[in-house]
C-alpha cells in the first residue's frame, strides 16, 4: 500500500533541516507502530520520499512526503498514530491512499504557494499592493542566480505564475518548484527590493509555504 502525506511544519521546527526532519519522521513512524516497507540489501531503510526539501527558517503548511507500506493500515488511522507522537508544531493534516502505479511526489512537483510577511523593522515603507503590481507589470526580471561554481543573470519572470499583496501588508507569490525549475521566493523578494531601491537583508521576510503543487 503507498500512501501520500501533507503535514505542516511550524514556530521552531522551521529551523530543523531537510535530512533532520526525515530523520524525525523514520523515528516517528517506528513509534507510531506503522507497518512501513523498508528497502532490501546490507542496510535497510524505510521507502519514504519527501517532495521537495524545504529551505531552513521557511515554515510550512503544505508539505508532502509519499510512504510505502508492508500491508494495509488505514490512513485516517495512519494520520492519528503519526500526530500522537509528533512535536506541537509538526502536524499530519491529511493522508490518502495512491493507486499501485503512482509516481514519486518528488518527480511530480511543479509549482508552490508562499505567503511572506516582514518582521519588525523590516518592512519597505512603501505601498505594498501597487509596487509589487509594478515590479509584476516588468517585461523581465533579471537577478544574478549564484550556484556553486559561477553566478549568471536570469530572466526569473516566467518562473513567477502570480504575485500579489493584501491590505494585511503580505506578499503572496505562486512560483515555480521542483527539480525541473525551482525559484525561491527570497531571491523573488531580494529583486522587489532592488526594483524599490533599498537594501534588502536576508533576515527581513517571514515566509511560510501554503501549498506544493504536483503535476498529475
Not at 20 to 49: C, N, T, W
Not at 98 to 107: N, Q, V, Y
Amino acid at each position: 500500500m503507498k500512501v501520500r502525506i501533507k503535514f505542516a511544519k511550524r514556530g521552531s521546527m522551521k529551523f530543523v533541516g531537510h535530512l533532520d526532519i526525515m530523520r524525525y519522521f523514520q523515528k516517528a513512524i517506528r513509534r507510531a507502530d506503522i507497518d512501513v516497507a523498508y528497502s532490501e540489501g546490507f542496510s535497510p531503510h524505510q521507502l519514504l520520499s519527501f517532495a521537495s526539501p524545504l529551505g531552513v527558517g521557511i515554515e510550512s503548511e503544505g508539505e508532502l512526503f509519499d510512504m510505502t507500506l508492508a500491508g494495509r493500515q488505514e490512513p485516517a488511522w495512519i494520520k492519528d498514530a503519526l500526530n500522537a507522537q509528533m512535536n506541537p508544531e509538526m502536524e499530519i493534516l491529511e493522508v490518502w491512499e495512491l493507486p499501485e502505479d503512482a509516481k514519486k511526489s518528488m518527480s511530480l512537483v511543479s509549482a508552490a504557494d508562499y505567503q511572506i510577511g516582514f518582521r519588525n523593522g523590516y518592512a519597505p515603507d512603501v505601498d505594498l499592493a501597487e509596487t509589487i503590481a509594478a515590479f509584476y507589470a516588468q517585461p523581465e526580471i533579471k537577478v544574478i542566480k549564484k550556484t556553486k561554481s559561477s553566478e549568471k543573470e536570469v530572466d526569473i519572470k516566467p518562473m513567477i505564475y502570480a504575485l500579489s499583496a493584501d491590505t494585511d501588508y503580505k506578499i503572496y507569490l505562486k512560483a515555480a518548484a521542483g527539480s525541473v525549475e525551482n525559484l525561491k521566493p527570497e531571491l523573488v523578494m531580494e529583486a522587489y527590493f532592488t526594483f524599490l531601491g533599498i537594501p534588502f537583508s536576508p533576515f527581513a521576510c517571514c515566509i511560510t509555504r501554503l501549498q506544493l503543487y504536483l503535476d498529475e
